[in-house]
Nanobody, 111 residues
């Protein structure tokens, strides 16, 4: 199993980024996919999740209305569209499927 995140970077407050997680080694369409984040000195927290079939999603309260998780089962890829970014969104963002994790992509929000 491989999970490879991309799309992180630096953005000013109010800006937007789209993270991608390309996967391989398993039947992507059958599994719930999640995004987590870990800020410096803090625990890793769930940001968003999307079940297999893409019909239901779940978000942390802190990102509701700003972030959107989606998936493309044909491309074995899960996305996280992040809008109206805030400095407190600064973190290393990880893709997750069950016990497997990517290495993360860094998002920095500052002016």
């Amino acid at each position: 199993v491989q999970l490879v995140e991309s799309g992180g970077g630096w953005v000013q407050p109010g800006g937007a980024l789209r993270l991608s997680c390309a996967t391989s080694g398993f039947t992507f369409s059958r599994f719930t996919m999640s995004w987590y984040r870990q800020a410096p000195g803090k625990e890793r927290d769930l940001v968003a999740a999307i079940i297999s079939g893409g019909g239901r999603t779940n978000y942390a309260d802190s990102v509701k209305g700003r972030f959107t998780i989606s998936r493309d089962d044909a491309k074995n890829t899960v996305y996280l569209q992040m809008n109206n970014l805030k400095p407190e969104d600064t973190a290393l963002y990880f893709c997750n499927m069950q016990i497997w994790w990517g290495k993360g992509t860094l998002v920095t929000v500052s002016s």
